[in-house]
């Protein structure tokens, strides 16, 4: 099993930065390919970000909306993750969820940023944006 534990979140205006990170846990090898996702108040769970611990080096991901303001970056030896999130918006509010899967090899862009491809799941960390 692998545990993932967000961290973060908060408010902030639009325009400013946040930096969430994401702590794996357990059984750290089943967590080679890690994501961001988010969920806003009566929304589906959508990708924000994906990206393989080892390759391949296709990655990372962004859902469009987010290209050019965040940034996903990695530190293998503390098995974290983080979402440098920059010029955040009011539509970028939403819970913010980390995800793993054992490996991201052969996985299009599009599934690597669908929920239904990860096993693992953190609880999520708020984050909200005001105009």
């Known amino acids: 099993q692998v545990q993932l534990a967000e961290s973060g979140g908060g408010s902030v205006q639009a325009g400013g930065s946040l930096r969430l990170s994401c702590a794996a846990s357990?059984?750290?090898?089943?967590?080679?390919?890690m994501g961001w996702f988010r969920q806003a108040p009566g929304k589906e769970r959508e990708g924000v970000a994906s990206?393989?611990?080892?390759?391949?080096?296709?990655?990372?991901y962004y859902t469009d909306s987010v290209k050019g303001r965040f940034i996903f970056s990695q530190d293998n030896a503390k098995n974290t993750m983080y979402l440098q999130m920059n010029s955040l918006k009011p539509e970028d509010t939403a819970m913010y969820y980390c995800?793993?899967?054992?490996?991201?090899?052969?996985?299009?862009?599009?599934?690597?940023?669908?929920?239904?491809?990860?096993?693992?799941w953190g609880q999520g960390t708020q984050v909200t944006v005001s105009s």
């Open positions: 357990g059984d750290t090898y089943r967590s080679d390919c």
């Open positions: 990206i393989s611990r080892n390759g391949p080096t296709t990655y990372p």
């Open positions: 995800a793993a899967r054992s490996n991201c090899r052969f996985l299009s862009s599009r599934q690597a940023l669908s929920k239904q491809y990860y096993n693992y």
